[in-house]
């Protein structure tokens, strides 16, 4: 799977998507540093969720994005998505593999290169790993050191993503460690001093 480096953003939804969502996320895609926009929305019933997937996925398409879903290969099915990320308690990347095909399928490795092997055996297309510093969005049990990265980048050339509690003061430190995709949510959707767009645009 190819990225470009300077798209190094992946970027997750807010847990709630409200009107004036969809006129931000245009915004922020527009200015061409992300890569990946990552659905996850954990509350919100079916029929909601493919409603806002469907939106969500003409203006991922529009500016050459691609569109994945948290959790769950069906919902990414149903969507047709780019593809789905996993967890460790969620499905199986093979049964994944047979709902959505040759797509896109990412599995969080927590703090573990052991984890990390396991999914690259089972023909995972990126590993990620987190949460690196403290974040709002859930509640973090592990706790990489940045050291992680370099290791993991010894063992693949696949997409290496780091998660948790990214910004503006720490996402270099990250990129300088060999991550390849930053994870960000929480500093674009919850920024008190600073609009998505705005937000976005500050990460060079």
Same mark, same amino acid.
């Given at each position: 799977?190819?990225?470009?480096?300077?798209?190094?953003?992946?970027?997750?939804? =807010?847990?709630?998507?409200?009107? #004036?969502?969809?006129?931000?996320?245009? &915004?922020?895609?527009?200015?061409?540093?992300?890569?990946?926009?990552?659905?996850?929305?954990? *509350?919100?019933?079916?029929?909601?969720?493919?409603?806002?997937?469907?939106?969500?996925?003409?203006?991922?398409?529009?500016?050459?994005?691609?569109?994945?879903? &948290?959790?769950? /290969?069906?919902?990414?099915? @149903?969507? %047709?998505?780019?593809?789905?990320?996993?967890?460790? &308690?969620?499905?199986?990347? @093979?049964?994944?593999?047979?709902?959505?095909?040759?797509?896109?399928?990412?599995? #969080?490795?927590? *703090? +573990?290169?052991?984890?990390?092997?396991? /999914?690259?055996? %089972?023909? /995972?297309?990126?590993?990620?790993?987190?949460?690196?510093?403290? #974040?709002? #969005?859930?509640?973090?049990?592990?706790?990489? +050191?940045?050291?992680?990265?370099?290791?993991a980048r010894k063992i693949t050339k696949?997409?290496?993503?780091?998660?948790?509690?990214?910004?503006? %003061? *720490?996402?270099?430190?990250?990129?300088? *460690?060999?991550?390849?995709?930053?994870?960000?949510? +929480?500093?674009?959707?919850?920024?008190?001093?600073?609009? =998505?767009?705005?937000?976005?645009?500050?990460?060079?």
């Amino acid at each position: 799977m190819r990225y470009n480096k300077k798209k190094f953003i992946y970027l997750i939804s =807010p847990l709630k998507i409200d009107k #004036t969502f969809y006129f931000h996320l245009e &915004n922020i895609l527009k200015q061409e540093k992300v890569s990946f926009f990552q659905l996850r929305l954990k *509350n919100e019933k079916i029929e909601k969720k493919l409603i806002i997937g469907k939106r969500i996925k003409k203006i991922c398409k529009k500016f050459k994005v691609k569109f994945l879903v &948290n959790d769950d /290969a069906y919902l990414a099915k @149903h969507l %047709n998505a780019d593809g789905c990320h996993l967890g460790q &308690n969620d499905m199986s990347i @093979h049964k994944a593999r047979k709902l959505i095909g040759d797509k896109i399928i990412g599995i #969080t490795c927590h *703090n +573990s290169i052991k984890l990390a092997k396991v /999914a690259l055996k %089972n023909k /995972a297309d990126y590993i990620a790993f987190g949460a690196f510093y403290s #974040t709002s #969005t859930k509640k973090t049990k592990y706790k990489p +050191s940045l050291s992680i990265l370099k290791k993991a980048r010894k063992i693949t050339k696949k997409p290496i993503v780091a998660i948790g509690g990214i910004n503006y %003061n *720490n996402y270099k430190n990250l990129l300088l *460690n060999k991550a390849n995709l930053l994870a960000i949510s +929480s500093y674009v959707w919850k920024n008190k001093k600073l609009k =998505p767009f705005e937000a976005i645009r500050k990460l060079k």
